[in-house]
């Protein structure tokens, strides 16, 4: 990689070599080229030109490549922020139902009405 900031990073990917991305969440830009995206995890590949993003779930399959032959491309790569979105709704959530499913167990071996 060329560069590095504290919130991205940008680098050149040379004519015929492909590069895997790495883990975790994060917007990929193309700021010159066009490359092929892989593996993202949805079957579908993909061909990016300047000026377009792609925002993955997760790094750690996908794999980039210039797609026109002898010809490099300049990425950017942003990872996802620290934090909430960082922890994920989805294990927030999971872990609210699973609060509330001992909850109502609990409840139900309880005797319930009057005695």
């Known amino acids: 990689m060329n560069a590095q900031t504290d919130s991205f ?8 070599r492909a590069q895997r991305l790495g883990v ?7 700021l010159q080229g ?5 593996g993202q ?3 579908e590949d993909r061909v ?14 996908v ?3 210039p797609w026109d032959r002898g010809q490099g491309a300049v990425l950017r790569w942003q990872p996802r922020r620290a934090g909430l979105q960082a ?25 319930q009405g009057c005695m």
């Not at 975790?24 to 193309?30: H, N, Q, R, W």
């Not at 066009?34 to 892989?38: E, I």
């Open 9 to 16: 990073a940008t680098w050149t990917l040379d004519a015929g």
């Open 24 to 30: 975790g969440a994060g917007e990929l830009s193309v």
């Open 34 to 38: 066009r490359v092929w995206v892989t």
């Open 41 to 43: 995890g949805d079957g």
């Open 48 to 61: 990016l030109s300047r000026g377009e993003r792609l925002r993955l779930a997760d790094a750690a399959t």
């Open 63 to 65: 794999v980039v490549e």
């Open 87 to 111: 922890f994920g709704l989805r294990t927030l959530l999971a872990g609210f139902l699973a609060a509330f499913a001992r909850k109502a167990a609990s409840s139900a071996s309880r005797p």
